[in-house]
């Protein structure tokens, strides 16, 4: 498999062969790479880089496809399963702008606010909602993906940047950087049910998706000696 790394100061990607952990190719992009979110086929990346840019990659050959200016100071993107569309946090001009993944048109948008700097985004699993935290209000917002409508504000830390979701759908967790803590939203009662302490000087970004995926495990040989399975109980997965 691949990694993508962004380069920030050198405006390129390294990609990185996950067998071997070594370099195998680096792509030059657009100044100030952000986030890239890959195609569910691996062929394409799609890039946020500052000041206003997204940028089309073609990842088998390299190569730059296609740049789209628009808006400012693009951060965290996320595409829907199929992979074609891109919802696009903008901090600079507190908007999400949702893109066709075919054309790069912009199909859709919503307007946050004034100086909210979107710097989080996550699409729940039925792809119905987004979440979104907001760093200079302290808060996030959950946003209707049909209608591309604000629902429920949640209160959370001081500058909440990274959030991701259960698998389920169920729990949202927010990083708040300054407080050092994550704050967990309970999606079915759109409330804030818990916050997490992770120390006073955590400084938590939790940047991309930070959850670890279930592993559903069958086992199909026979229990143990004395005749259970017992837990913790450790094996090895193949």
């Given at each position: 498999?691949?990694?993508?790394?962004?380069?920030?100061?050198?405006?390129?990607?390294?990609?990185?062969?996950?067998?071997?952990?070594?370099?195998?190719?680096?792509?030059?992009?657009?100044?100030?790479?952000?986030?890239?979110?890959?195609?569910?086929?691996?062929?394409?990346?799609y890039?946020?880089?500052?000041?206003?840019?997204?940028?089309?990659?073609?990842?088998?050959?390299?190569?730059?496809?296609?740049?789209?200016?628009v808006?400012?100071?693009?951060?965290?993107i996320?595409?829907?399963?199929?992979?074609?569309?891109?919802y696009?946090?903008?901090?600079?001009?507190s908007?999400?702008?949702?893109f066709?993944?075919?054309?790069?048109?912009?199909?859709?948008?919503?307007?946050?606010g004034?100086?909210?700097?979107?710097?989080?985004?996550?699409?729940?699993?039925?792809?119905?909602?987004?979440?979104?935290?907001?760093?200079?209000?302290?808060?996030?917002?959950?946003?209707?993906?049909?209608?591309?409508?604000?629902?429920?504000?949640?209160?959370?830390?001081?500058?909440?940047?990274?959030?991701?979701?259960?698998?389920?759908?169920?729990?949202?967790?927010?990083?708040?950087?300054?407080?050092?803590?994550?704050?967990?939203?309970?999606?079915?009662?759109?409330?804030?049910?818990?916050t997490?302490?992770?120390?006073?000087?955590?400084?938590?970004?939790?940047i991309?998706r930070?959850?670890?995926?279930?592993?559903?495990?069958?086992?199909?040989?026979?229990?143990?000696?004395?005749?259970?399975?017992?837990?913790?109980?450790?094996?090895?997965?193949?």
């Amino acid at each position: 498999s691949r990694l993508y790394v962004m380069n920030n100061s050198s405006s390129t990607i390294s990609v990185v062969n996950t067998a071997t952990d070594t370099v195998i190719s680096t792509i030059a992009v657009a100044t100030q790479p952000q986030r890239l979110a890959v195609s569910p086929d691996g062929t394409r990346g799609y890039l946020t880089a500052n000041p206003n840019k997204l940028q089309v990659i073609d990842l088998v050959n390299g190569t730059v496809l296609s740049t789209l200016v628009v808006g400012s100071l693009p951060n965290p993107i996320v595409l829907n399963a199929a992979g074609t569309r891109a919802y696009v946090a903008y901090a600079g001009d507190s908007m999400i702008r949702v893109f066709d993944t075919a054309t790069t048109a912009v199909v859709g948008s919503v307007v946050l606010g004034t100086n909210k700097a979107p710097n989080g985004i996550v699409l729940s699993p039925n792809e119905q909602k987004l979440f979104v935290s907001q760093f200079l209000t302290n808060d996030a917002v959950e946003i209707d993906v049909a209608t591309l409508t604000i629902g429920t504000t949640y209160p959370v830390g001081t500058r909440p940047y990274g959030v991701d979701i259960s698998a389920d759908g169920a729990r949202v967790y927010i990083a708040n950087r300054d407080s050092g803590s994550l704050s967990v939203i309970d999606t079915a009662a759109h409330m804030v049910v818990d916050t997490i302490d992770l120390g006073a000087s955590a400084q938590p970004w939790a940047i991309g998706r930070f959850l670890q995926p279930e592993v559903v495990v069958a086992i199909t040989s026979a229990p143990p000696s004395g005749g259970k399975w017992h837990t913790p109980y450790s094996f090895t997965v193949t």
